[in-house]
Structure formats: C-alpha cells, structure tokens
C-alpha cells in the first residue's frame, strides 16, 4: 500500500507548512490516521491522530496547539497543518494508517507513507 506523502520542506522558524497524504489503494474512511516523525539520531516519535469520522484528534504535547490534523474522506486524504514551526520540528513526517478501536494517542499504526522532509532554520 502506497501512501504518498507531501508539502515538506525548509520554512524559518515561526513559519508554517500544510502536509498531505492521499491514496488510491486504501479507503481512508475505513482507518484512522495519523503522522508521525522521525528525526536524525531520534526514534520515531507519534505526532497526531484522528479518528475516522474526523470528530475527534489526539497530539503530542510537543506539537500541541501548533499542529492540526484533518481529514478528507471524499478526496482519501489526511492534512497536517504546522504552525510556529520550531528548529525542533526538523524531521521527517510520515502518514500512516491503521484499524479503527483504541486510542488515538496510542495509534499502531499499519500501513506507513514514504516520509517527506520538513526542515525549520533558526
């Protein structure tokens, strides 16, 4: 399953960046999604989830009050807006999604996009 993530790229501090992830393969209504980010010589750490209706989201605190997930189930895609971007934000973001059930800030995800950079200068 291939989940094409986009919208990355280097923004200064303080800017803000949209994400996107669309697929053909999968019925996004059917998952929840989410992103997660890995930075250099980090683990991979959960950003945000959303449910499938989209009614309802979780964040990591880091990102929290910056960052908006969304969803668009007629066009299968999923959004991370990123605002008061910080130079810790740098990393790259990867889309995801997986079952229905549990909680979104313990989101396992199944299937994973291959990633887009996002780099925020000081």
């Known amino acids: 399953v291939q989940l094409q993530a986009s919208g990355g790229g280097l923004v200064q501090a303080g800017g803000s960046l949209r994400l996107s992830c669309a697929t053909s393969e999968l019925r996004f209504s059917a998952y929840v999604l989410g992103w997660f980010r890995q930075a250099p010589g980090r683990e991979r750490e959960f950003v945000a989830s959303v449910s499938w209706s989209g009614d309802n989201t979780a964040y990591s605190a880091s990102v929290k009050g910056r960052f908006t997930i969304s969803r668009d189930n007629d066009k299968n895609t999923v959004y991370l807006q990123m605002d008061s971007l910080k130079s810790e934000d740098t990393a790259v973001y990867y889309c995801?999604?997986?079952?229905?059930?549990?909680?979104?800030?313990?989101?396992?995800?199944?299937?994973w996009g291959q990633g887009t950079q996002v780099t925020v200068s000081s």
């Open positions: 995801t999604a997986g079952p229905r059930g549990g909680s979104l800030t313990s989101f396992r995800p199944k299937y």
